[in-house]
């Protein structure tokens, strides 16, 4: 393999889980990358609506998400997110 280091592949996106382009691409990474790397996803939860609803909300979650995007400290596939059937 190209990276034989490589341990896990993390999308992060702005838009709930739902929504945006993880949404299409998930199905498809699936199918391509191999079976022993862990996916993590860091982003809103599953929501109806795109928006939080409130500015001081917004930027909560968007600040969560930055930092948990940059932090490298725990690997992302531990964190407590994941929906059934995903790796």
């Given at each position: 393999?190209?990276?034989?280091?490589?341990?896990?592949?993390?999308?992060?996106?702005e838009?709930?889980?739902?929504?945006?382009?993880?949404?299409?691409?998930?199905?498809?990474?699936m199918?391509?990358?191999?079976e022993h790397?862990?996916?993590g996803?860091i982003?809103?939860?599953?929501?109806?609506?795109p928006?939080?609803?409130y500015?001081?909300?917004?930027v909560?979650?968007?600040?969560?998400?930055?930092?948990?995007?940059?932090?490298?400290?725990?690997?992302?596939?531990?964190?407590?997110?994941?929906?059934?059937?995903e790796?």
């Amino acid at each position: 393999t190209a990276y034989p280091n490589l341990k896990e592949v993390v999308w992060v996106q702005e838009e709930p889980r739902n929504m945006g382009a993880r949404a299409h691409m998930f199905p498809r990474l699936m199918q391509i990358l191999p079976e022993h790397l862990a996916f993590g996803y860091i982003g809103r939860p599953e929501r109806a609506s795109p928006g939080e609803g409130y500015p001081a909300a917004h930027v909560t979650e968007q600040s969560r998400i930055i930092r948990t995007a940059l932090d490298l400290s725990m690997p992302v596939s531990l964190y407590p997110r994941k929906m059934p059937g995903e790796r």
